[in-house]
């Protein structure tokens, strides 16, 4: 669902052989945001499983509801 992955390449400048501090900001800011959706990920899951668990609280009452109304008539 959120399955994405940032790639990032040093670039290097005429004037230099190494990473810029542009380079490591970005490469900073890439795995802040890989974090943020791994996080966002985890929470998804969470919360989708808590819906599958409501969903078969739900039913689970309207079965017995429907058990109880059956048996008061």
Known sequence: MLDSRFNSQAVVSDNSLGISKSDLTVQFRI??????????????????RQIDI????????????????????
């Not at 739900?58 to 008061?72: F, V």
């Open 31 to 48: 795995d802040s945001l890989e974090r943020e959706i791994n996080n966002l990920r985890q929470t998804i899951h969470d919360l989708s």
């Open 54 to 73: 409501a969903k078969r609280e739900a039913t689970d009452t309207q079965r017995e509801t429907r058990e109880a109304l059956s048996r008061i008539r």
